[in-house]
């Protein structure tokens, strides 16, 4: 099992920055990738960036490339992403998630509590 605990959500204005983190606890080490779906209020959840465990390889949704970066501290087993640029549409709920080795970087085997993200015009 591992655990997840988001953290840096808030409330900005457009064009404003926020840097979101998830410690994860537990078996980490099976936590190939690290990553972010976002969720808003009535629309699905979608995924937003993944890195791996070395982080040789990172993925981007297209609407966040060039504005969000993750990143990740293995000695810390916490995953970074740095939002700037911020939208009102990026307002949503923000999942960390985790993926075990063999597991595809868009399909989370383990799920954060979520933290909120809120961007005003």
């Known amino acids: 099992q591992v655990q997840l605990v988001e953290s840096g959500g808030g409330l900005v204005q457009a064009g404003g920055s926020l840097r979101l983190s998830c410690a994860a606890s537990?078996?980490?080490?099976?936590?190939?990738?690290m990553g972010w779906f976002r969720q808003a209020p009535g629309k699905e959840r979608e995924f937003v960036a993944a890195?791996?465990?070395?982080?040789?390889?990172?993925y981007y949704a297209d609407f966040v490339k060039g504005r969000f970066t993750i990143s990740r501290d293995n000695a810390k087993n916490t995953a970074y992403l740095q939002m700037n640029g911020l939208k009102p549409e990026d307002t949503a709920v923000y999942y960390c998630?985790?993926?075990?080795?063999?597991?595809?970087?868009?399909?989370?085997?383990?799920w954060g509590q979520g933290t909120q993200v809120t961007v005003s015009s």
């Open positions: 998630y985790t993926v075990e080795r063999g597991g595809s970087y868009s399909t989370p085997d383990y």
């Open positions: 890195i791996t465990w070395s982080g040789s390889s990172i």
């Open positions: 537990g078996r980490t080490l099976s936590s190939f990738y």
